[in-house]
């Protein structure tokens, strides 16, 4: 008992000079004794103390422009959630955002300190949307479109993407800008998202007019395949609707490879039995029989071995809820 009050009295001590260095703005000094608390809860497994007491440190110090020390406490930080086995949450991820703030652009350790955060969360999508929210406000747009593809958040990454291309691209960009987005999402099996991506980018932006169906062609297509992955549709409604769009897929060389990988995963499309990299069979060899002078129109209605839409909503965006569902595919 005596020892335990002696422990107490040791660390109240600590706190004491702690804040009269803090005071007096002796960091370094201030630096250390953190450093010594830390060892010393830890060996305590005082991890809820712990964990606050790292985090208002940190952020303490970099309010104070002191970069190194301040990060030093953010490591320390990351390491008390890993061995005080903390679950990975919002209240977390709040605070892990703000830290990651806080480490200037050009400090080499930033990048690795992201990293080490997204590893204790085992890449979460939530800390991913956290982080992405973040850059975005910075205007570091491809950044948060990365951290944007392994969330959840579709709505989220179709305003920024707006935003983005407003931004930072040209006009003739604007469809480009979704379809990469919609493409690798598909890819990354979030059609949900990619579908809630493009509904709040078509409808947010303001030089798209209102669809479906839209004025621009490459736009079509994303609807359509949206639609396509939506209802189930089969391999021959896939294979359609690339060749009747092939010359507006041709726009990005890598558009097809994004396309390969989507018909795997949607549509029955063999994968490929050559290196990675390379295109199945199946769908290089469809590709490859394509007509180049294939019909360059847009599908506006019933056809033969076309799109059909069906019902009075055809010309109203699909809400994101439930995506595409005023449509089918012959």
């Not at 479109?145 to 291309?165: A, I, P, T």
């Not at 059609?191 to 007019?209: N, S």
Request: glycine share 6%; charged share 25%.
């Amino acid at each position: 008992m005596a020892t335990r009050r002696g422990g107490a009295a040791g660390t109240e001590r600590v706190m004491a000079k702690l804040k009269k260095s803090i005071e007096n703005e002796n960091y370094y000094e201030a630096h250390q004794m953190y450093r010594t608390l830390y060892f010393r809860y830890i060996g305590q497994r005082k991890f809820e103390e712990l964990e606050n007491m790292l985090y208002e440190g940190s952020t303490l110090l970099f309010s104070h422009n002191q970069v190194e020390s301040g990060l030093d406490l953010a490591k320390l930080y990351i390491e008390t959630l890993k061995e005080g086995d903390f679950k990975p949450e919002d209240s977390k991820f709040v605070k892990i955002c703000r830290l990651y703030d806080e480490i200037p652009r050009d400090n080499v350790d930033k990048a690795s300190f992201l990293s080490t955060c997204l590893r204790w969360a085992n890449g979460h999508p939530r800390l991913h949307q956290h982080i992405a929210y973040s850059l975005w406000k910075q205007g570091k747009y491809p950044e948060s479109r990365q951290h944007f593809l392994h969330s959840c958040d579709g709505e989220g990454c179709g305003s920024m993407l707006v935003e983005f291309q407003s931004k930072k691209g040209f006009n003739s960009e604007m469809d480009l800008f979704i379809a990469q987005t919609v493409f690798q999402y598909l890819c990354l099996k979030k059609h949900l998202v990619a579908a809630v991506a493009f509904y709040a980018y078509t409808t947010g932006h303001p030089k798209i007019q209102r669809g479906p169906p839209y004025s621009n062609p490459l736009l079509n297509f994303l609807w359509f395949l949206l639609l396509a992955i939506e209802t189930s549709s089969s391999l021959s409604a896939f294979t359609v609707l690339c060749e009747k769009y092939k010359k507006f897929i041709d726009r990005d060389p890598q558009f097809i490879q994004y396309l390969d990988k989507i018909g795997q995963l949607f549509f029955g499309v063999p994968a490929p039995e050559r290196p990675r990299g390379m295109f199945s069979g199946l769908f290089n060899s469809l590709l490859s029989a394509m007509n180049d002078d294939s019909s360059d129109e847009d599908l506006p209605g019933p056809s033969n071995n076309s799109i059909q839409l069906r019902g009075s909503r055809a010309s109203q965006p699909p809400p994101p809820s439930r995506n595409l569902e005023s449509a089918d595919l012959d």
